[in-house]
C-alpha cells in the first residue's frame, strides 16, 4: 500500500500549490480593481519590463523573420509557391511565433529579475515591514507588475512582429530576388484582422501569465540565497511551460 500512499501524497501536495497559485492570483485582481492604482510605479515597471526588453526583442525579431524567409523560400521553391513567402512569414510571426518568442525573451531577461527583486524583499523582510506598516504589499509589488507585463507584451510583440516581417523582407526581397510588390501584395490579401487580435490576445495572456507566476514565486520565497535562486530558476522554467502550453489551447481553440 505504499505507492498509493505516496501517490495520495503527492497528489495532495500538488492540488495544494495549485490552491496557492489560485488564490494569490485571486487576491491580485481583487486588489487591482478595489483599490487606487499606483501610476507611478506602473509606469517604472513599464520601463523595466517593457523599455529594457526593447533591444533583445528587436534583434530576436529581425533575426526570427529572415529565418523565416529563408526557410521559407526554400521549402515554398520545391512546388513553386514563392509567391507565397510574404504571407507565410507574416501568419507565422503574427499568429504563434511573434507573441511566443517574444513573452519567452521578456521572461528570460524581466521575468528572472522581477522574481528575485522580490525575492530578496521577502528574505530581507521588506515585505514585512510593509505589513506591519499596514500597508498592502500586493499594492505596492504585485498590481503595478501585473499591469505593466498586460500593458507592455502586447506592444513588444507588435515589435517583433514588424522587425520579423522587415527580416523576411530582407532576405526574400534583396538577398533571394523576390519582388517587393509579391511579398507585401500577397501578405495583404492572405493577413486579416482576425491574425492580428489573434497574436494581441496571446500577448496579453502571456503578460498576466509571466507577471502573476514570477511575482507568486518571489512573494513565497524561501529564506536564504539559495532559496532565492531557486525561486527564480522554477519561475522561468514554470513561465515558459505555461506560455507553451496556452499557447497550444488558444491556438486549438481559435481553430
Not at 30 to 47: A, Y
Amino acid at each position: 500500500m505504499n505507492w498509493i500512499r505516496t501517490l495520495g501524497r503527492y497528489t495532495l501536495s500538488g492540488l495544494q500549490h495549485l490552491g496557492r497559485y489560485g488564490l494569490f492570483l485571486y487576491t491580485t485582481l481583487i486588489w487591482t480593481f478595489s483599490s487606487p492604482l499606483k501610476v507611478g510605479r506602473v509606469i517604472e515597471q513599464m520601463s523595466f519590463i517593457g523599455v529594457k526588453s526593447t533591444l533583445i526583442v528587436m534583434l530576436t525579431g529581425a533575426f526570427t523573420g529572415m529565418v523565416l524567409g529563408l526557410q521559407g523560400f526554400y521549402a515554398l521553391s520545391k512546388f513553386g509557391g514563392e509567391s507565397m513567402l510574404g504571407p507565410t512569414v507574416a501568419l507565422s510571426l503574427v499568429r504563434e511565433l511573434g507573441p511566443v518568442i517574444a513573452a519567452l525573451m521578456i521572461t528570460g531577461r524581466a521575468g528572472s529579475a522581477l522574481t528575485s527583486e522580490i525575492g530578496i524583499m521577502r528574505i530581507t523582510e521588506q515585505i514585512d515591514a510593509l505589513e506591519v506598516m499596514a500597508l498592502n504589499p500586493y499594492r505596492y509589488l504585485v498590481i503595478p507588475n501585473v499591469i505593466a507585463a498586460v500593458l507592455s507584451f502586447p506592444l513588444l510583440g507588435a515589435m517583433f512582429d514588424v522587425l520579423g516581417i522587415w527580416g523576411g523582407y530582407l532576405v526574400g526581397v534583396k538577398l533571394l530576388g523576390l519582388s517587393s510588390g509579391t511579398y507585401f501584395g500577397e501578405m495583404t490579401v492572405y493577413l486579416s484582422s482576425k491574425d492580428v487580435f489573434h497574436g494581441i490576445y496571446k500577448s496579453l495572456s502571456f503578460g498576466l501569465i509571466v507577471a502573476w507566476i514570477c511575482c507568486y514565486k518571489g512573494y513565497t520565497t524561501e529564506f536564504g540565497a539559495k532559496g532565492v535562486s531557486k525561486a527564480t530558476t522554477q519561475a522561468v522554467v514554470i513561465c515558459s511551460v505555461l506560455i507553451l502550453v496556452w499557447d497550444y489551447f488558444i491556438t486549438s481553440v481559435s481553430f
